[in-house]
């Protein structure tokens, strides 16, 4: 292997790796000191020095997930990498970041969260699929593509979204000019007349970061496990079941059809 | 145009990359072996020849077809410019100088017709990766092409930096190592509660290993 600088690949040893740096645009080094990190199974490619990763159930770790780790039933996906050295990470070739958190919040789509340090706590976000991390650190998140930043306010495409950082309102937009009356029913419906698929949007108003990336392909969701069965929780049991769950519906009524359509 | 690029008279295949996906072989007159079905494009004379198990010969064939590392390659020869890619893969050249590249024939792009091939008994760690328990060695003095998803890193091992690898992300490594497969199977993983890390392969010595920043299916990705 020619070891002259400029000529061939680079190989990297435990000196030269960043540390809490990518190597490169799909590749992340994580550098342990006697520290922890909580990582998502399997994301660990290969580590210099000694590590250990245990699940989340593991004893000795109990402090530790009790402050930083909030969303007990999909803890089966999370292990913690604890020792010292150094630790690649990579998804599916994904492009991979990290981000920097100083006393703030961010919520990320829940498959493209990779890693985060103890410091830093995760909790279910209340938008299901949806994580937040709370607090000071660092996290590293993958993604299709790199990520763009964006200022509220700002209307973005339901796949596009990967994440937001402090903003208060998420939430649906429509074009209703479009989609409203009896033709704008059938064109949403059928696609005739010509439905451009950007109808929907979500919509971020306040002050705050909107987290984007740059294709349209959504990265497989990882469970965040079920939330409490109680009324009023999204997608938590009776009572948050959407508009079915009001007045029953008599016969002859066709609810929101009904009143797409103009009717 | 081969001549600006091999230089000398040395009548050697120049590998290069254009872009990180395409490989473009110069030619005089030599021959390099490639992946079945792997040329997109070439510029000049070539002619392409199946080579059955690989060219090593019957005892070779034989050895691929009991070993399950079967690879289908071609010969390439002629003069010009040929260029290969597959699936979009990124692909990583090796310059080899007499040491020996150990890689899963999956893997495998091309390399100069002047290197041997073989295959090679890897233990339990083919085994966890899912691709069988051996795999193809590559010897001699030339340029091979391995294919990655997603640009390989490539991570040095000396007797103070033992390395240890995630065998889905494996795909390479040469020089002169000893690996040891690391089981970290408790009554945990058992439980539901595994560190999701239960296999891995530990490399001690001194050369290069390979690993991509992707994973295979791996039995070890569920425990």
């Not at chain 1, 994301?43 to 004893?59: R, T």
């Not at chain 2, 072996?33 to 392409?48: E, H, I, P, R, T």
Request: proline letters at 5%.
């Amino acid at each position: 292997m020619s070891d002259h600088p400029g000529s061939g690949p680079v190989t990297h040893d435990p000196m030269t790796l960043p540390s809490d740096d990518n190597v490169n645009n799909y590749t992340f080094c994580v550098e342990l000191k006697g520290s922890e990190w909580f990582l998502q199974k399997g994301k660990m490619i290969a580590y210099y020095g000694s590590m250990e990763f245990n699940g989340i159930g593991h004893g000795r770790l109990d402090r530790l997930v009790r402050t930083s780790f909030h969303s007990p039933l999909h803890a089966g996906d999370w292990v913690v990498a604890s020792g010292s050295g150094k630790m690649l990470l990579a998804d599916r070739a994904f492009d991979v970041n990290s981000y920097d958190l100083d006393e703030g919040n961010l919520t990320i789509r829940s498959g493209n969260l990779l890693a985060f340090q103890p410091s830093l706590a995760l909790k279910q976000s209340i938008v299901p699929g949806f994580l937040t991390l709370i607090g000071t650190g660092k996290f590293v998140a993958a993604s299709n593509g790199p990520v763009v930043f964006m200022e509220p306010p700002i209307r973005v495409d339901p796949q596009a979204l990967v994440g937001w950082a402090d903003c208060p309102s998420p939430c649906h937009h429509y074009d209703h000019g479009y989609m409203t009356g009896v033709m704008g029913g059938l064109r949403a419906l059928t696609g005739i007349g010509g439905a451009s698929g950007e109808e929907h949007q979500f919509e971020f108003v306040g002050a705050g970061t909107v987290l984007l990336q740059s294709s349209e392909t959504l990265m497989a969701e990882e469970a965040t496990g079920a939330v409490p069965q109680q009324a009023g929780v999204p997608g938590g049991g009776p009572g948050g079941h959407g508009p079915q769950s009001g007045t029953p519906r008599l016969p002859g009524q066709l609810g929101d059809l009904q009143r797409r359509f103009g009717l | 145009m081969a001549a600006a690029f091999g230089g000398y008279l040395r009548c050697v295949a120049m590998f290069r990359l254009q872009g990180s996906k395409v490989l473009a072989v110069d030619m005089t007159g030599d021959a390099v072996k490639a992946k079945n079905g792997s040329m997109v494009a070439y510029d000049g004379q070539m002619a392409f020849k199946k080579m059955s198990g690989g060219g090593e010969g019957i005892r070779g064939m034989v050895t691929r077809r009991l070993t399950g590392e079967q690879m289908t390659l071609m010969e390439v020869k002629g003069h010009g410019t040929c260029w290969f890619a597959d699936r979009a893969s990124e692909i990583n050249l090796v310059n080899l100088q007499g040491d020996k590249l150990f890689v899963e024939s999956s893997n495998l792009l091309a390399t100069d017709a002047g290197l041997r091939t073989g295959t090679s008994f890897t233990g339990l760690r083919g085994a966890s990766q899912g691709n069988g328990l051996f795999t193809t060695t590559i010897e001699g003095h030339g340029q091979a092409a391995i294919m990655s998803d997603g640009p390989a890193v490539i991570l040095r091992v000396s007797s103070q930096y033992p390395l240890t690898v995630d065998p889905g992300a494996y795909i390479a490594h040469q020089g002169n190592l000893r690996q040891s497969f690391q089981s970290g199977v408790t009554f945990r993983t058992f439980m539901g509660e595994g560190g999701g890390e239960a296999f891995q392969i530990r490399f001690e010595g001194d050369g290069l290993v390979y690993v991509q920043p992707s994973e295979r299916n791996t039995i070890a990705g569920e425990v």
